[in-house]
Each structure stands twice: as structure tokens, then as C-alpha cells.
């Protein structure tokens, strides 16, 4: 069993357009989940679309430099809800009207991506996936991914097919990627 961690605001709402966010923030404990394997070299696109490495992944530093923009952070305790007596940490990295929000569970000392909200090209992606990029060029990137691949006019949605529900929305505009949503998973 592959065991790949990942986070999630523990919604079922898509997003919706340009502006509103359908963050609802419930925290878990991540702890319980737990291989003695040795972690995989690389994480999937949907794993971690912004960094590959399990290690680097764990470190807030690696996000920090992703970021092409001036960006704030800021750092929120939260009741773990599986063990009340034990306080872990949602870090939001704030870099103009974009965001990250990473869970940080105190006992397993991993970084969990939650949610990202990318609104504007300061940030890129995996696979040089990005805002503004084309439509035709986001599609062929995504082919030959292990992930399911839903097309609108307005969007193409990347989820996972097997496991724990994880969403990459490309919200389109004019043939070109608007706003890109990740929805990740943690319980």
C-alpha cells in the first residue's frame, strides 16, 4: 500500500468563479497514517503541484521560492481533532490576491499543501503549469498524467480516480488560464 500524504479543506463545493473561494478549514490529524516504507522520489501533480520532492515539500522555504512576488505569511493554531490536548499549525502564504494554506500537524512534523488559490503569474507549477498559459498547451501537459481530466468551456478540472479526493481547477478565460484552485485532502 502506498501511503501519499496530502491535505484538503474537507469541502465538496467546486469553486466558484473569479473572487470566491470555497475555503472551509477543517483540520485532522494526519499522524495515524503512517508507512514504514520509504517515501517515493517524487510526489504526483496532484500530490504537490508546486513541489516534487517529499523532503523539499516539507519545508516552507521551498514554497517561498516558487514565489516571484513579495508575499506575507502567516501562521494560525488550530485544535488538532482527533487529539485536543495537541495544537498544530496552518500556515497561509499571502503573495498578492494569491494564496497557499499548509497544514502543519505538531507530531508528524510533515507540511501538508491544503489549498491554493493562484490568481496571477508570480507562481508556477509543475510542469510549467501557470496562469496565462494557453488552454492547448495546459491539455497537453495534463495528457499522460495518472489523473482524471474533466473539460468545460471554463474550465478543465484535474482530480484524482482512486483514493482520497483531490482537485486542480484551470479556470478559463479567453483560451488562456485564468485562475488555477487545488483542493488537497487530510484527514
Request: aromatic share 8%; with cysteine; net charge neutral.
Amino acid at each position: 500500500m502506498l501511503v501519499q500524504h496530502v491535505a484538503s479543506a474537507c469541502t465538496t463545493e467546486q469553486p466558484q468563479e473569479e473572487f470566491e473561494s470555497p475555503l472551509n478549514r477543517a483540520s485532522g490529524d494526519t499522524t495515524s497514517v503512517r508507512s514504514n516504507r520509504r517515501a517515493p522520489a517524487s510526489l504526483t501533480l496532484l500530490g504537490n503541484p508546486f513541489v516534487a520532492s517529499p523532503a523539499k515539500s516539507n519545508s516552507l522555504s521551498a514554497y517561498f521560492d516558487k514565489i516571484q512576488d513579495d508575499f506575507w505569511v502567516e501562521a494560525d493554531p488550530v485544535e488538532n481533532l482527533h487529539r485536543p490536548d495537541v495544537t498544530d499549525t496552518i500556515y497561509t502564504i499571502r503573495f498578492g490576491n494569491s494564496m497557499l494554506e499548509l497544514y502543519a500537524p505538531t507530531r508528524s512534523g510533515k507540511l501538508l499543501l491544503q489549498v491554493a488559490d493562484i490568481r496571477n503569474s508570480s507562481i508556477t507549477l509543475r510542469n510549467n503549469l501557470r496562469v496565462g498559459m494557453p488552454q492547448e498547451e495546459l491539455t497537453a501537459r495534463l495528457k499522460g498524467q495518472n489523473i482524471r481530466i474533466q473539460q468545460s468551456p471554463d474550465k478543465i478540472v484535474a482530480s484524482t480516480s482512486e483514493g482520497a479526493p483531490i482537485s486542480l481547477y484551470f479556470f478559463l478565460k479567453n483560451g488562456k488560464v485564468s485562475r488555477i484552485f487545488y483542493e488537497g485532502y487530510v484527514d
